[in-house]
């Protein structure tokens, strides 16, 4: 993996371990990432759980006056009431955050 590569998935890990919006919900445990497929494994401790959950987020880049955001637009889960749930919250909603500079321009190069 080279050194961009790097840089962007570790920004794109970033994004996961600080998003309030996920971690509303609980403690982000891991995050693994997938560039060629566009998805983050994110295994996540839900508030009041014993067992963790992975949550598979499916993102892309979006460029914008202010730069490259990273967008959620879909979340998968095995677990049914997680996954029902995502699907429901994500028909009519993303979540977006701008990467920081530098890095969503190698982000858009490498893909």
């Known amino acids: 993996m080279s050194f961009l590569s790097n840089a962007r998935d570790k920004a794109i890990e970033m994004f996961f371990q600080r998003n309030d919006f ?3 919900f609980g403690e982000i445990l891991n995050v693994d990432i997938d560039s060629q497929e566009n998805q983050a494994n994110v295994t996540i ?4 759980e014993f067992t963790p959950t992975t949550l598979c987020a499916h993102y892309c ?5 202010q730069g490259t955001m ?5 979340v998968e889960s095995a ?3 997680v996954n029902e749930i995502a699907k429901w919250w994500f028909k009519d909603n993303t979540i977006k955050k701008q990467l920081p500079k530098g ?3 190698f982000a858009k190069i490498l893909f």
């Open 70 to 74: 990273i967008v959620i637009n879909k």
């Open 103 to 105: 890095t969503g321009f």
């Open 45 to 48: 401790l839900l508030h009041g």
């Open 61 to 65: 880049f979006e460029d914008t006056d």
């Open 22 to 24: 996920i971690n509303k």
């Open 79 to 81: 677990r049914t009431l």
